[in-house]
């Protein structure tokens, strides 16, 4: 690889946020271990919704450094990993079309799951679209006005596992309904840390998410709210008789979540990058254990 392209791939690979990707892949894997117990499981659609899914959160990823650095959002101030077109290693006109490269090829597996599904599918990766582009882009940016939290559930939650679930199995059912919750709740987290490092840079450039709203306090409990509730809601489902007692196997993720809140509760500045990052794996693993328990 010659020494010009390489510092390009890093700047990319940069801006991908590879961090931040266990988030769209917790979603597919609980979907796809709901729809295992159907009878019209698809392996292909499965990887199809996977594939979506990571494209689509790599495009958002995309469009926030983008569209945060036209904002002036990304002062020399963040404490966050750097933004890729902010420091000058991307220009935006190079970010634009990457944004748009990506989308075009979320859109291109969304059209192959919307020639196996019909136009529900089509109807929900249009609003997928939207809502990355929206988060910081558009006249009314909802990640700016507090929303942010409310969307990630929606899209990462009910949207991608409820979605996943119809694309693979080609069923709805109120299991994966519920079940949809926790991994959005954890993704969730994802967002509450991000958020709360960035409180005072956030205040300044006049972004009012939930956490300068509400404070370090505020988030705290968020987060712990969004952990226990990760946990009760597959046990729900377990007294509804919409899966077996393997759903218990989420417990032994247990004492990383503890460990997790108590990291989150005592950590400031640019050391909460890594709690992000442990954040994001955290919901990989608790997906992993609650698809695994569904299985069984």
């Excluded at 899914?53 to 958002?60: C, E, F, N």
């Excluded at 569209?67 to 991307?90: H, K, M, N, S, V």
């Excluded at 020639?115 to 910081?136: D, K």
């Excluded at 679930?165 to 949809?180: C, D, E, K, N, R």
Aim: charged share 10%; hydrophobic share 55%.
């Amino acid at each position: 690889m010659s020494s010009h392209l390489q510092p390009a791939l890093q700047a990319w690979l940069l801006a991908a946020r590879p961090r931040t990707l266990p988030a769209a892949a917790a979603p597919v894997l609980v979907a796809a271990a709901l729809a295992w117990r159907t009878s019209s499981f698809s392996p292909a659609l499965a990887l199809l919704c996977l594939l979506t899914s990571l494209t689509l959160q790599v495009a958002a990823n995309f469009a926030n450094d983008l569209f945060d650095y036209e904002r002036g959002a990304d002062g020399a101030d963040r404490l966050g990993p750097t933004r890729a077109t902010a420091a000058g290693l991307i220009s935006p006109q190079r970010m634009r079309q990457g944004v748009l490269l990506s989308l075009g090829l979320a859109g291109l597996l969304g059209l192959i799951a919307f020639m196996a599904r019909g136009w529900v599918i089509l109807l929900l990766g249009l609003l997928l679209i939207a809502a990355a582009l929206a988060y910081s882009g558009g006249p009314l940016p909802y990640g700016y006005y507090g929303l942010g939290d409310v969307f990630v559930l929606l899209t990462f939650g009910l949207a991608a596992v409820s979605g996943s679930y119809f694309v693979i199995s080609g069923q709805i059912s109120p299991a994966a309904l519920l079940f949809s919750l926790p991994p959005g709740l954890l993704i969730v987290n994802i967002l509450v840390v991000n958020n709360t490092r960035d409180i005072e840079s956030d205040r300044q450039s006049g972004k009012h998410t939930l956490a300068v709203r509400l404070g370090r306090e505020g988030m705290q409990t968020e987060y712990l709210v969004c952990l226990l509730a990760a946990y009760l809601l597959p046990l729900l489902g377990w007294r509804l008789g919409w899966s077996g007692p393997g759903v218990w196997l989420i417990l032994f993720s247990a004492p990383m979540a503890a460990a997790l809140y108590r990291e989150f509760s005592q950590t400031e500045g640019r050391a909460l990058n890594q709690t992000l990052a442990r954040t994001a794996q955290f919901a990989l693993l608790f997906s992993a254990l609650l698809a695994a328990g569904t299985l069984l």
